[in-house]
């Protein structure tokens, strides 16, 4: 499985605050049990292939703010981002690649309809595409290894990924995606009725269930 954190924090955080009680604390990536993650897509494909299928490992790659190169009164923010992401690590069979960014020194802030932190100013404010192409570069690079996996499970929204699932499928590897379906905040590309035949071999996943099902208990 491979995870898009730029558009999975994002939208995760986005269904958090669609809970009905205002008072309900935000909920960060940290929060999140990516065991029971895990478990709904093994679920999912074995409902839809009809076989058992063994969930070897799930890639993240994520970027964050350097403690070092932040404000001091966001070093706070940055640190915490960090142990957010090392929390990750503790889950069997996830595996976190960590992108550190260079923030020159700038503040950051808490977007209106999320907990993103972002440079205060746009001009300085980094670009995550090294995230996105270190994640493709992953879910090629081993579809291109003998038996390193079957099905490359692709946890996103973001129609940038559409290139490297066409590479991955031309190598005779099985595609299937992991989104939030809820929110409108997959693109039309990977969910319209042709991306079944052009993109995936098994129906997309909405994870908004599991995740508010964890929301519920927080």
């Known amino acids: 499985m491979f995870i898009d954190r730029t558009w999975f924090d994002r939208n995760h955080k986005r269904l958090g605050l669609r809970r009905k009680d205002p008072n309900d604390t935000r909920v ?14 093994r679920n999912h494909i074995r409902q839809a292939l009809g076989f058992d299928v063994d969930l070897v490992r799930a ?55 999320s907990d993103e932190l972002q440079s205060e ?27 390193a996996y079957d099905i490359g499970v692709l946890v996103t929204g973001d129609r940038d990924f559409v290139p490297v699932l066409n590479a991955v499928r ?20 990977l969910k319209a009725d042709g ?3 052009t993109l995936w071999d098994v129906p997309p996943l909405d994870l908004a269930p599991v995740l508010r099902a964890q929301f519920a208990q927080s």
């Open 121 to 147: 100013s746009t001009r300085r404010a980094p670009k995550e595409k090294c995230v996105d192409v270190a994640l493709a570069t992953k879910m090629l690079y081993l579809a291109a290894l003998p038996a």
């Open 59 to 113: 890639y993240c790659v994520a970027g964050h703010p350097d403690p070092d190169t932040v404000a001091l009164q966001s070093r706070n923010s940055a640190l915490r981002i960090v142990r957010g992401w090392n929390q990750v690590m503790r889950f069997p069979g996830v595996a976190v690649e960590l992108y550190p960014y260079d923030y020159f020194g700038g503040q950051l802030y808490e977007t209106d309809d």
């Open 195 to 197: 991306a079944a035949t």
């Open 28 to 41: 960060f990536i940290e929060h999140i049990d990516f065991t029971r993650i895990l478990e709904a897509v």
């Open 170 to 189: 031309n190598l005779d590897k099985r595609t299937a995606l992991a989104a939030i379906l809820a929110l409108d905040s997959c693109s039309r590309e």
